[in-house]
């Protein structure tokens, strides 16, 4: 075989052993999938091939949540927002993107007088008489109300 055909054969061992080492390495992402929007902010993520999981609110990944698959599960609890995520193995992944939909939803309990907000987003309660806000109802939390009328609940930004 002559040197021009050795080199040829060599190049192309080397091409197919990088391509079989990214393809073997590189982080592969699952779920959530690109541009995706959840209705809740409890994510399971799915990947290959990772040992730390990243996320932020910013694509250039500058103060990120960063998960540690060594010591804890694959999953996060984020606020309604969108969010950028890669994982990070022997290599890095590319970057995904998710949304965590804000929820606005207001639950009245006759028999006690209260209202609870059961939505993600902290509310800003009014009564409907075009009042100002009678309070910042926080997410979970049951408020008592003294007097009947039309309440409403609003996301407070």
Same mark, same amino acid.
Do not use: C, H
């Given at each position: 075989?002559?040197k021009?055909?050795?080199?040829?054969?060599?190049?192309?061992i080397?091409?197919?052993?990088?391509?079989?080492?990214?393809?073997?390495?590189?982080?592969?992402l699952y779920?959530?999938?690109?541009?995706?929007?959840?209705e809740d902010g409890n994510?399971?993520?799915?990947?290959?091939?990772?040992?730390?999981?990243?996320?932020?609110?910013?694509?250039k990944?500058?103060?990120?949540?960063?998960?540690?698959?060594e010591?804890?599960?694959?999953?996060?609890?984020?606020e309604?927002?969108t969010y950028?995520?890669k994982?990070v193995? @022997? +290599?890095?992944?590319? %970057?995904k993107? &998710?949304?965590?939909? *804000?929820?606005v939803?207001?639950?009245?309990?006759? =028999?006690?007088?209260?209202?609870?907000n059961?939505?993600?987003?902290p509310?800003?309660?009014?009564l409907e008489?075009?009042?100002?806000?009678?309070? @910042? +109802?926080?997410?979970? %939390?049951?408020? &008592?109300?003294?007097? *009947?009328g039309?309440?409403?609940g609003?996301?407070y =930004?």
């Amino acid at each position: 075989m002559n040197k021009t055909k050795t080199i040829i054969v060599v190049q192309l061992i080397f091409i197919i052993g990088v391509v079989a080492f990214i393809y073997g390495f590189a982080p592969r992402l699952y779920y959530p999938t690109g541009n995706i929007v959840l209705e809740d902010g409890n994510v399971d993520f799915s990947f290959k091939n990772a040992q730390i999981i990243l996320i932020d609110d910013n694509q250039k990944f500058v103060s990120p949540l960063e998960i540690n698959l060594e010591n804890s599960g694959a999953n996060a609890t984020l606020e309604p927002g969108t969010y950028y995520w890669k994982a990070v193995g @022997i +290599l890095e992944s590319s %970057v995904k993107e &998710l949304t965590v939909e *804000s929820r606005v939803g207001l639950e009245i309990n006759q =028999e006690k007088l209260t209202l609870r907000n059961i939505g993600n987003v902290p509310l800003n309660l009014t009564l409907e008489n075009g009042s100002e806000g009678i309070v @910042i +109802l926080d997410v979970g %939390v049951e408020y &008592l109300i003294n007097k *009947s009328g039309d309440y409403r609940g609003e996301q407070y =930004e």
